[in-house]
């Protein structure tokens, strides 16, 4: 568990090489996956909330998720049958008028290390893409990442293309980001607002286990 800290702390402080040292190292003496993975997610989410706090800007929240996957990938899998998508399908994008994909990327990475087949649309995705990969793929979950509040409505328009498609009670979604609250869940038509990373993976979890 020190090691675990030891890893939140070099995050935390954008050291890369240390970050990568210690993943290797504690990957090495037993540490489980989902610790080292624990420590990261957490690292990260106290970077998000120093940005909010603008004690620390954009190009440092970049750069923390870069360490990020570059950690992950040194982690492999979360466990032996992960890479084969055997949990079930996800589409995942960003919204469009939102660029931003650094929320989306972690959770695509930790979604897809916990086993599951991850549809990643990218950024700045219109609601008629959401409908056809959701078509196409017969995936149960939907999971939208929002970074501006300007796009808000953008989510609204998703959840309306994906109920006049006439699949919307064959697909979940989440939605997640900075400025989401259960309420903008709420009010756009969402199922579920995901206040990080794993909560997000527990709700595709908790879809594709019923």
């Not at 210690?22 to 990261?40: C, D, N, S, Y």
């Not at 800007?57 to 750069?63: G, Q």
Request: proline share 2%; net charge negative; hydrophobic share 45%.
């Amino acid at each position: 568990m020190g090691e675990n800290r030891a890893i939140y702390e070099a995050l935390v402080s954008f050291n890369e090489k240390e970050v990568k040292s210690l993943v290797i190292k504690a990957k090495e003496e037993g540490v489980p996956v989902g610790e080292i993975m624990g420590q990261l997610q957490e690292a990260l989410i106290e970077i998000g909330n120093r940005f909010e706090r603008e004690e620390c800007f954009v190009p440092e929240l970049i750069y923390s998720g870069v360490i990020m996957k570059e950690a992950a990938a040194l982690l492999g899998p979360l466990n032996a049958d992960s890479s084969k998508g055997n949990k079930g399908k996800v589409v995942l994008g960003t919204v469009y008028g939102d660029v931003h994909d650094i929320g989306k990327d972690l959770v695509a990475m930790l979604l897809t290390n916990s086993g599951f087949e991850v549809i990643d649309l990218g950024t700045n995705v219109v609601p008629a893409r959401f409908v056809s990969a959701i078509k196409e793929s017969g995936a149960k979950v939907a999971a939208m990442s929002c970074l501006l509040t300007i796009s808000f409505g953008a989510i609204a328009d998703t959840v309306k293309a994906i109920k006049e498609a006439g699949i919307r009670d064959d697909v979940s979604i989440m939605i997640g980001g900075a400025p989401v609250t259960d309420l903008v869940a709420q009010k756009t038509g969402c199922d579920f607002y995901g206040k990080d990373a794993f909560s997000g993976i527990k709700f595709a979890s908790d879809i594709y286990s019923r």
